[in-house]
């Protein structure tokens, strides 16, 4: 079964308000990835961290690694419509190129 | 650089029947995964192959099985399908394997093929 967990699993958010999003891994992670899918769209790499207590921004998306290395979370401020999807974040276990994905937090944005 | 590709983007199948998927990595790369994504099971890791060789596996019964030729391109094959192989199925591509598996490279998703089995 799924051993990263994400919440909340949906959020309906007017446009111009922040989204966050949580992942928790049930292991320490060697590094954490982050992917946003659109609707009928595959999964697009957005960043990855690699640091405990790494924060990465990326325009309006901050991203951040958990001191332990077993959460990680997404913040969106000032949400648009283009951000609507779901997001997904990610950790190697296993070696190599195996990624363990978490739930997905689905992300609707309401004018 | 042209994306990864997948072929067929659409199928229909019926029980009992088998299915091969295609994909061509990104032109250099040499991993490729192959993900299974379901609304009730989300994105699942069926297996990752470098240089022909299958480096990882997921927890999928052996009906589901994969290859990968000289120029890194992938297919995977489903037998025997069964109503609940009824799924997205993406192939992701990186550019190499980091030893130790310490860390991972990024991975790029194709567009996937839908795969509904009646």
């Known amino acids: 079964g799924q051993q990263v967990m994400q919440i909340p699993q949906y959020q309906h958010v007017q446009e111009g308000e922040d989204f966050t999003t949580y992942c928790n891994s049930s292991t320490t992670l060697s590094n954490i990835q982050w992917y946003k899918q659109r609707p009928g769209g595959h999964p697009v790499f957005l960043i990855q961290?690699?640091?405990?207590?790494e924060v990465k921004k990326q325009k309006r998306l901050t991203f951040q690694f958990g001191e332990a290395k077993k959460n990680s979370s997404l913040h969106i401020t000032a949400t648009q419509t283009t951000d609507v999807g779901t997001y997904f974040c990610a950790g190697p276990k296993g070696g190599g190129n195996k990624l363990t994905f978490g739930t997905g937090t689905q992300l609707k944005v309401e004018l | 650089k042209a994306g990864v590709t997948q072929t067929p983007r659409y199928l229909i199948k019926t029980r009992g029947q088998q299915v091969t998927l295609s994909c061509s990595p990104i032109s250099g790369h040499r991993s490729v995964s192959w993900y299974q994504q379901t609304p009730g099971q989300g994105l699942q890791f069926l297996f990752e192959y470098f240089s022909e060789t299958q480096r990882n596996k997921g927890n999928f019964p052996g009906r589901f099985s994969g290859r990968q030729f000289s120029n890194s391109r992938s297919e995977m094959n489903v037998s025997t399908l069964e109503l609940g192989d009824s799924a997205l199925y993406l192939c992701?591509?990186?550019?190499?394997?980091?030893?130790?598996?310490?860390?991972?490279?990024?991975?790029?998703f194709g567009p996937g093929t839908r795969l509904t089995v009646l």
């Open positions: 961290l690699v640091k405990s207590g």
């Open positions: 992701a591509s990186s550019l190499e394997v980091v030893a130790g598996g310490r860390s991972t490279d990024t991975q790029y």
